[in-house]
């Protein structure tokens, strides 16, 4: 199978933060109610005082002063979805998975109507809260394990935009990085046999 991550790999910009700002325009109260703590945890994730867990919680908090989530999430992917990268439809296949630090709920429609799997964060679409760790870098290749997607299934080819999936993209037989704004597909940078081993020892 290939795996792909999806903001700004096969979908460009961000997708969560695409949306968000889409929301704030139809939701402006969301300037007072959530923008002010969100841009404070965004420092703090910046010069790392918490968590990308914690920073991705509070990013997707929106959520709770939304009244009607899945309609807002249908609209948007109804007005975006052309935004997924021509190269990845031409090589698009039922088996491929993505794999994404955004929220599954979130991606799941337009994932269903890619007809591919899809894991994500699994964060709930009331609270705004993530149950276990977001499924970012290293996190990514547990959230597989646990799916029971890896090892059981040799990932011939993964693709992203961040080299925080060097953990994933050394799980694949060949491994690509996605830039110029998803439109350009590159070899995943070498690194050496240690290095590759030390990462994959520390996760399987």
């Not at 090589?91 to 799941?108: G, H, M, N, R």
């Not at 694949?172 to 990462?199: C, D, H, M, Q, Y």
Request: aromatic share 14%; glycine share 2%.
């Amino acid at each position: 199978m290939n795996v792909y991550d999806f903001d700004k790999t096969i979908f460009y910009p961000d997708s969560l933060t695409t949306f968000i700002k889409w929301c704030i325009l139809r939701y402006p109260k969301l300037l007072v109610l959530y923008c002010p703590k969100t841009a404070v945890m965004a420092f703090l994730l910046a010069i790392k005082r918490c968590s990308v867990t914690a920073a991705v919680e509070q990013l997707a908090s929106f959520v709770k002063f939304i009244p009607d989530i899945d309609k807002e999430v249908e609209e948007f992917w109804a007005e975006n979805e052309w935004r997924i990268s021509e190269w990845y439809l031409a090589q698009k296949k039922e088996t491929d998975l993505i794999v994404s630090a955004s929220p599954e709920f979130f991606l799941k429609p337009l994932i269903e109507k890619l007809g591919v799997n899809l894991i994500g964060t699994q964060l709930d679409k009331k609270t705004g809260k993530i149950a276990g760790r977001c499924c970012y870098g290293k996190e990514k290749v547990k959230y597989l394990v646990i799916s029971n997607y890896f090892p059981q299934h040799k990932i011939d080819e993964f693709y992203s935009d961040s080299i925080t999936d060097t953990p994933l993209a050394y799980c694949a037989e060949k491994a690509f990085l996605v830039t110029n704004k998803g439109r350009k597909v590159v070899p995943w940078p070498k690194i050496s046999s240690r290095v590759k081993n030390k990462i994959l020892n520390t996760l399987l």
